[in-house]
């Protein structure tokens, strides 16, 4: 049966008390599942739709925003989701399917068959989805940092915006997001260092003009906020749920 989102991500706490029901397994599998442009879990964003355990057999259910969200993006979703539930030790059948979607008939052959990307795409395959995964980890490493140096800001009114070019990952306090930049830095193959620079790029190279990096990074990161602001409110209409929704003005407000 399908959970709500809030349901969904207590159940991927990793401080959940005694054993895991398989079910409760698969929801916290999926949990690794991230939409490549929103960089956010799938079961957090509410794109399951349903899950079912009979055994070893494993059958879900996947949901977008609307009919033509990309169908590079949704098939790497549902990809992941698959190789997720496939690692798991008791497994024996996964089925994962998208639905309501221009190309699911498509995409569900081709992970049906684990034709995998260009096998299910063909000539229609523009790039692989090695690089497309490449280009999302270095835009999820852009607004990782944005985040971290914006709070380090709003926390310290007395720092020079020209002086987070200085700023290092010890300097970071120890909270979620400084977490998350040190998970995004390994993905793109930063040092997670004390001394290690924050303001780089995926590369590990510093800006020349740190305000104007700054200013990129923060770019990045409203774009990446709005969208999953928006793709919550159409999946809600879509569906007739309630969103979970951020309020806009905390995405878009004047950053100090």
């Not at 999820?140 to 020079?160: F, N, Q, S, V, Y």
Request: a negative charge.
């Amino acid at each position: 049966m399908a959970r709500s989102a809030a349901t969904v991500a207590e159940g991927t706490r990793s401080d959940t008390p005694g054993p895991r029901s398989r079910e409760e397994q698969v929801y916290a599998a999926l949990g690794s599942v991230v939409d490549p442009e929103l960089d956010e879990p799938v079961t957090d964003l509410g794109f399951v739709r349903s899950v079912a355990v009979r055994g070893v057999l494993v059958e879900v259910h996947l949901r977008l925003p609307t009919s033509f969200c990309s169908p590079n993006f949704a098939y790497l979703m549902a990809s992941d989701a698959k190789d997720a539930l496939v690692a798991l030790p008791w497994t024996d059948r996964v089925v994962v399917e998208l639905d309501d979607h221009h190309d699911s008939d498509l995409i569900n052959a081709g992970l049906a068959a684990d034709a995998g990307y260009r096998g299910t795409f063909r000539h229609e395959a523009e790039e692989s989805l090695d690089q497309l995964r490449e280009t999302f980890r270095i835009k999820a490493h852009t607004a990782a940092m944005e985040r971290c140096l914006t709070g380090l800001l709003r926390a310290r009114p007395d720092l020079a915006e020209e002086s987070l070019g200085e700023v290092t990952l010890g300097d970071l306090p120890d909270d979620e997001h400084t977490a998350a930049l040190l998970r995004r830095r390994t993905a793109v193959g930063l040092p997670a260092r004390a001394e290690a620079r924050v303001l780089v790029d995926h590369r590990g190279r510093p800006p020349a003009d740190v305000p104007l990096a700054l200013r990129r990074a923060r770019s990045t990161r409203i774009s990446i906020d709005g969208n999953a602001h928006f793709c919550r409110g159409l999946l809600a209409t879509r569906y007739g749920e309630e969103p979970a929704f951020i309020p806009l003005t905390t995405l878009t407000k004047e950053n100090r």
